[in-house]
């Protein structure tokens, strides 16, 4: 494309935009999307990437590159300029690791609760974000806490708390070491660009091995200050509590180091970090204040919903008058549901809570939700000439955070031959239009720590529509894989026995030959599948029916010996001495994914 002319445009464009771009009619550019297996309408927004295939698909000259943009508004706390009326506020740490390492078990001890009996499999299932005081130095100060999940299925989420958060503890069990979703979660942390504290876990057990675990944390280039780095390293055991104050003592002096401060004396900003909604109280948002204060009956705008305030509580369910920057709390109010990682802001009042909510929401669906996709799901989807067996599903969720981590993780199954295809999805319980939806497409419905009311059962007994309840992720998604791996076209493996060189004939119809030869490979075995030989040329399949050793039937024959054999043939087969017999058994094997 040495001449090829090059068009700017945006990160995503309407389909109706890029045809005027290629001076070609709309028309050909959705053609070419449908035939590609994406619909689309004039209005609807596509990515650069699903753009330059298209434009590539179209065998135009045409370049497409991509303008500039402002840097993007990332993620991360505000560490650095404030106003004048900016006052120090608590530290946001999450807490990550791999799974089974103690991170709940931590979190527990430092809160004196014991909620991980009631997690089910013993694994996160969400984001808790919670407040603690500590005395540090004769001062009473608080801090937060992220607790992030540690499957790897809530990568998500997890990515989510690195970015909300001022320090990341990282808990390694002493006895277990660096593990996949430890270098996932430091990954995570540094992506975010907040400061890493480690937490040695486990110290209580016998097998402890510090030494191991500074030695494959320096493998991923997190170097402990007693090597001579700059990450702090604290052994504790969440079982005993030791360590436990020195490790909050050091959360401390680190916030101390960063000066964290935020303005109180601004409208109220921050993050959504759980949405579900309650039976008598509707939607729910769990939020983590960023900067300013939000009191009840503040007007809000998350996304595309809104609220006016009515309930502004801890996480522990206690009523509070004011909530300042790095204060988790839960409200209610919210006309939908917020999503998971929305961002919400306190506006003067409803009329302009609802301005803004709607123009979120027209952006939204002016981005086209199905045209989401990256380029490498449009390669997938060119790639698979609508040969993909499909398994449709409805997923319903307790909350947003859960449903984004379901959905993501069964994004990860599909495969050129099989793919999930989620037909409907929701947080709440499931309904009866779920059934109905169930019904007609043929899906089945999960549910993920949620209820199955009684006369919905009936419902979907009746109509013959299954529904599988999970409150563990990993077997939710197991279940999926199970169902796709019952999709994928069964392998045929052919397994090699042995070789007969033919020496003579002895009898020769359209169906039959009875012949004798010497074992020059392997073992012959009967009932057998053959291929004869003439060269390298295969001139027939047959089956082998019998063998002989002399006069006697056998069901083996070695190598280095003489036999007889009788084959079975579709058609006449005129066998030549020098001819090789070539055995093998043919299996239908089951695949997994």
């Given at each position: ?14 389909v ?7 001076m070609?009619?709309?028309g050909?550019?959705i053609g ?5 297996g994406v619909?689309a309408?004039?209005?609807e ?7 330059t295939?298209?434009?590539g698909?179209l065998?135009l000259?045409?370049e497409?590159k991509?303008k500039?943009?402002?840097a993007?508004v990332?993620a991360?706390r505000e ?7 900016a006052?120090g506020?608590?530290p946001?740490?999450?807490?990550m690791g791999h ?9 527990d ?6 909620v991980v009996?009631?997690e089910?499999g013993?694994?996160?299932q969400h984001i808790s ?9 004769g ?6 806490f992220?607790d992030t999940?540690?499957h790897e299925?809530f990568a998500a989420i997890?990515?989510h708390g ?11 069990a002493a006895?277990?070491?660096?593990k996949?979703q430890?270098i ?5 942390a ?19 091995n510090p030494?191991?675990v ?10 402990i200050?007693d090597w001579g780095g700059d ?6 055991s ?13 959360l ?5 180091v960063?000066e964290l401060?935020?303005d109180?004396?601004i409208?109220?900003?921050g993050?959504i970090i759980e949405?579900?909604v309650?039976q008598?109280?509707g939607?729910v948002?769990?939020?983590l204040?960023?900067?300013?204060t939000v009191?009840p009956g503040?007007f809000?705008?998350a ?9 502004l509580e ?12 790095s204060?988790?709390v839960?409200i209610?109010g ?6 998971f990682g ?13 301005a ?6 027209t952006g939204k669906?002016?981005?086209?939700g199905?045209?989401d996709?990256n ?10 000439n609508?040969k993909?067996?499909e ?11 859960s ?6 993780s069964l ?6 031959e099989v ?6 999805s ?7 239009n779920d059934?109905?939806?169930?019904h007609?497409?043929?899906a089945v419905?999960?549910g ?5 009311p009684?006369?919905i ?10 529904i599988?309840?999970y409150?563990?992720i990993?077997?939710?998604i197991?279940d999926?894989?199970?169902?796709l791996?019952?999709r994928?076209?069964?392998e045929?493996?052919?397994t090699d026995l042995?070789?007969?060189?033919v020496?003579?004939?002895?009898k020769?119809?359209?169906t039959?030959v ?8 392997g073992?012959l075995?009967t009932?057998?599948?053959?291929k004869?030989m003439?060269g ?11 063998l002989?050793?002399?006069p006697?039937?056998a ?6 010996e003489?036999c007889?054999?009788?084959i ?5 087969v005129e066998?030549?001495?020098g001819?090789?017999i070539?055995?093998?058994?043919r299996q239908?094997v089951?695949?997994?994914?």
């Amino acid at each position: 494309m040495a001449n090829a002319t090059i068009i700017e445009i945006e990160d995503m464009i309407t389909v109706g935009t890029l045809a005027e771009q290629l001076m070609l009619p709309v028309g050909r550019v959705i053609g070419e999307l449908m035939k590609n297996g994406v619909m689309a309408t004039v209005n609807e927004r596509i990515d650069f990437d699903t753009a330059t295939i298209i434009v590539g698909e179209l065998g135009l000259d045409v370049e497409l590159k991509k303008k500039e943009a402002a840097a993007p508004v990332v993620a991360t706390r505000e560490k650095t300029s404030h106003s004048d009326t900016a006052v120090g506020r608590p530290p946001v740490i999450a807490v990550m690791g791999h799974v089974d390492h103690g991170k709940t078990s931590l979190l527990d001890r430092i809160r004196g609760a014991n909620v991980v009996k009631g997690e089910a499999g013993g694994i996160t299932q969400h984001i808790s974000a919670y407040q603690i005081e500590h005395t540090y130095n004769g001062e009473t100060r608080k801090i937060t806490f992220l607790d992030t999940p540690g499957h790897e299925a809530f990568a998500a989420i997890r990515e989510h708390g690195a970015l909300l958060t001022d320090i990341v503890i990282i808990v390694v069990a002493a006895d277990d070491g660096v593990k996949p979703q430890t270098i996932e979660a430091i990954r995570f942390a540094r992506k975010a660009g907040v400061r890493i504290v480690v937490a040695m876990n486990k110290m209580d057990k016998e097998g402890a091995n510090p030494d191991r675990v500074k030695q494959e944390l320096s493998e991923q280039d997190l170097l402990i200050e007693d090597w001579g780095g700059d990450i702090v390293l604290m052994p504790v055991s969440a079982k005993t509590g030791e360590g436990v104050p020195a490790l909050l003592d050091m959360l401390l002096l680190v916030s101390d180091v960063e000066e964290l401060k935020a303005d109180v004396a601004i409208p109220g900003r921050g993050l959504i970090i759980e949405a579900h909604v309650e039976q008598g109280r509707g939607p729910v948002a769990h939020a983590l204040v960023e900067s300013g204060t939000v009191k009840p009956g503040d007007f809000v705008v998350a996304g595309s919903s809104y609220a006016k305030i009515r309930n502004l509580e801890t996480t522990d369910g206690k009523p509070t008058k004011a909530a300042t920057p790095s204060t988790p709390v839960v409200i209610t109010g919210f006309k939908t549901l917020p999503e998971f990682g929305d961002e919400f802001t306190v506006v003067k009042d409803e009329k302009a809570a609802r301005a803004e909510s709607a123009a979120t929401a027209t952006g939204k669906k002016n981005a086209g939700g199905r045209l989401d996709m990256n380029s490498s799901e449009l390669i997938r989807m060119i790639n698979r000439n609508n040969k993909v067996e499909e398994f449709n599903i409805i997923i319903k969720a307790d909350v947003q955070g859960s449903l984004t981590s379901v959905m993501d993780s069964l994004k990860a199954l599909d495969t050129d031959e099989v793919a999930v295809r989620v037909v409907g999805s929701g947080v709440g319980t499931i309904t009866e239009n779920d059934v109905h939806m169930a019904h007609t497409s043929d899906a089945v419905i999960y549910g993920f720590g949620v209820a199955l009311p009684s006369g919905i059962k009936q419902h979907a007994s009746r109509d013959k529509v299954s529904i599988r309840l999970y409150k563990v992720i990993y077997e939710l998604i197991d279940d999926v894989r199970e169902e796709l791996t019952k999709r994928l076209a069964p392998e045929i493996v052919e397994t090699d026995l042995g070789r007969l060189v033919v020496k003579g004939i002895f009898k020769t119809t359209k169906t039959e030959v009875i012949c004798g030869g010497e074992v020059t490979k392997g073992k012959l075995v009967t009932p057998a599948l053959a291929k004869v030989m003439r060269g390298n040329e295969k001139i027939a399949d047959v089956e082998v029916t019998g063998l002989k050793r002399g006069p006697n039937d056998a069901k083996e024959i070695f190598e280095s010996e003489m036999c007889g054999m009788s084959i079975k043939t579709a058609n006449r087969v005129e066998l030549q001495e020098g001819d090789h017999i070539e055995l093998f058994t043919r299996q239908t094997v089951a695949r997994s994914l």
